[in-house]
């Protein structure tokens, strides 16, 4: 079974400027979750989408979203960068939602460098 | 809120030699799973061991087994025979009720040859 993917690899972006990352699930799961990864802060939850819908959100501002399709994948978007917003972002899918017992697999991630 | 605390930033090991590598976590829930990810310098997560709460029995895959002692709240990975490959950030990962993960800051990992 192919991994979680997520496109692009890596992105260059100035501030102001807008971005759309792109990351498809493993075939089967219905469930998946967005990460930022920084030196500073670490790993922080964005938010997940199951069954199109979001189920859950982290403390993050409005300029950061996201959807879900039909098919399972999903793409999240960041308005308005700022430099902070250099990060590599993780996507993690999962078979289910709102269960103890699912175990999130990762994908490679998107490298985002805001200039 | 839940909490996940790795204490060393940094470790290191010579191949074939045992490391053990020290996670605590902070929860009000009874219910809750907890694991290790590994990410190698590809930046690839990848799941290493994961612990359900309401087993006594520590989880052990090949080389990689826990401690997990509930009460104290804490859970430890032990990497018997270490290898290069096992060069990495260890992070370790608590999930509750919610859907979403929260992570330790890490523990870099170096295996000498």
């Known amino acids: 079974k192919a991994g979680v993917t997520q496109t692009p690899r890596y992105l260059i972006k100035t501030r102001g400027q807008q971005v759309t990352l792109s990351c498809s699930p493993i075939?089967?799961?219905?469930?998946v979750s967005w990460y930022q990864q920084t030196p500073g802060q670490g790993l922080q939850f964005l938010f997940e989408?199951?069954?199109?819908?979001?189920?859950n959100k982290g403390n993050f501002p409005g300029r950061f979203s996201g959807r879900q399709f039909s098919n399972s994948r999903s793409e999240m978007n960041v308005s308005t960068l700022e430099l902070g917003d250099s990060a590599l972002y993780l996507c993690?899918?999962?078979?289910?939602?709102?269960?103890?017992?699912?175990?999130?697999?990762f994908g490679p991630g998107t490298r985002l460098t805001v200039l | 809120a839940q909490t996940v605390t790795q204490s060393q930033p940094e470790m290191s090991v010579q191949e074939a030699e045992t490391v053990t590598l020290s996670c605590t976590y902070d929860?009000?829930?009874?219910?809750?799973?907890l694991f290790w990810y590994k990410q190698p310098p590809s930046r690839q997560m990848i799941l290493v061991i994961r612990?359900?709460?309401?087993?006594?029995q520590n989880a052990t895959e090949n080389r990689f087994s826990v401690n997990f002692q509930k009460a104290a709240k804490s859970f430890s990975l032990k990497i018997s025979d270490s290898q290069l490959g096992d060069a990495a950030m260890y992070f370790c990962?608590?999930?509750?009720?919610?859907?979403?993960?929260?992570f330790g800051k890490g523990t870099k990992l170096t295996v000498n040859p």
């Open positions: 993690a899918s999962s078979y289910t939602s709102g269960g103890y017992t699912d175990t999130q697999y």
């Open positions: 075939s089967g799961h219905r469930s």
């Open positions: 989408y199951f069954s199109e819908t979001q189920r």
């Open positions: 929860t009000s829930e009874s219910d809750y799973y």
């Open positions: 612990q359900e709460a309401y087993k006594q």
């Open positions: 990962a608590y999930k509750g009720g919610s859907e979403k993960l929260v």
